[in-house]
Structure formats: C-alpha cells, structure tokens
Nanobody
Framework: QVQLVESGGGLVQAGDSLRVSCAAS????????IAWFRQAPGKEREFVAA????????LYADSVKGRFTISRDNAKMTVYLQMNSLKPEDTDVYYC????????????????????WGQGTQVTVSS
C-alpha cells in the first residue's frame, strides 16, 4: 500500500514560482515512478511531469517544458515539482501519482498506469 500526500500549493501571481511536494509512505519507494497530473473543475485530468524510480529519467508535458522541473529525494521519499514562470492557465488542483516499476520500464504519462493517488493540492495563479 502506498500513501501520497501533496503539499505546497497556494495563491501566486503570474510569473512567480512555487514548489509543490509529494510525500510518500511506501516500501521500496525508489522502485516507484512518480508523476504529477493536474485537473481543473469540469476538465479531464492532464499529465504534467513524471520521474522514474530506478532510472531518474524525466518526462514533461509540452505545456510545462522549460518551466517546470520534477525531482525526487528517495531518502526522504519525496518528489518535488518546481514551477517557474507560472501562468494563469497553470491554475489547477495538482495530484501526484505512483506506479510500481521494479523493472525500470519506460515512464509513462498515461493516467491509468498509475495506481496510487494523493488527494491533491490547489495551485492558483492570478493575472
């Protein structure tokens, strides 16, 4: 069983930076790929970024590439999403998700590949 808790969301202005965190409670955390998704009310959940557990490889959505950085600290069992140059369209609830990947398979941006989900943290960017 994996538990994920997001934190760090808040209200910022356009152009500001914010870092959200995903703290995990999981045995062998380093074997889990972790992804960030986001969702606005009435919209489908959207992939943001992912990081491999064993490889450390990263994957980003085109909409955030160059502005967001995903990283992980396996000793702290925490994944971070550093968000720079924030835009009003980045306003969403941000969720982290985990996928057990002991064979270091390719990281994925497909929502249904991730079994464990956090409760989300709200990020609001004002113009």
């Amino acid at each position: 069983q994996v538990q994920l808790v997001e934190s760090g969301g808040g209200l910022v202005q356009a152009g500001d930076s914010l870092r959200v965190s995903c703290a995990a409670s999981a045995h062998s955390f380093s074997l889990y790929d972790i992804a960030w998704f986001r969702q606005a009310p009435g919209k489908e959940r959207e992939f943001v970024a992912a990081i491999g557990g064993t490889t450390g490889n990263t994957l980003y959505a085109d909409s955030v590439k160059g502005r967001f950085t995903i990283s992980r600290d396996n000793a702290k069992m925490t994944v971070y999403l550093q968000m720079n140059s924030l835009k009003p369209e980045d306003t969403d609830v941000y969720y982290c998700a985990a996928r057990f990947s002991p064979l270091a398979s390719m990281i994925t941006q497909r929502e249904y590949d991730y079994r464990y989900w956090g409760q989300g943290t709200q990020v609001t960017v004002s113009s």
